[in-house]
């Protein structure tokens, strides 16, 4: 059984920067990518960052050159390094891992930028 955890989140301050995590365990023999995922209040879910089997990685305009999406091959972990938060950034940000024929999600991870 394959799951997937965030964590990272919490209160930081307009300006401030936060590295979210994103582990998974269990049998995972390919990855086809790994997504992460927010969603405000009131909003509908929307994608941050995405990160291909083959290493690609591709941005939402909102949030391009403020995030970075790396990962750990080996520890089975990815991340997403976000600086210059605005409270307009705050949600719940998921991560959503892709396997051949099925896809799993975290439960999310509360980010709340506010002064």
């Known amino acids: 059984q394959v799951q997937v955890v965030e964590s990272g989140g919490g209160l930081v301050q307009p300006g401030g920067s936060l590295n979210l995590s994103c582990a998974a365990s269990g049998s995972i023999f390919r990855v086809n990518g790994v997504g992460w995922y927010r969603r405000a209040p009131g909003s509908q879910r929307e994608q941050v960052a995405l990160i291909t089997g083959s290493g690609r990685t591709h941005y939402t305009p909102a949030m391009e050159g403020r995030v970075t999406i790396s990962r750990d091959s080996e520890k089975n972990i990815v991340y997403l390094q976000m600086n210059g938060l605005k409270p307009e950034d705050t949600a719940v940000y998921y991560c959503?891992?892709?396997?051949?024929?099925?896809?799993?999600w975290g439960p999310g991870t509360q980010v709340t930028v506010s002064s």
């Open positions: 959503n891992l892709l396997v051949p024929g099925s896809e799993y």
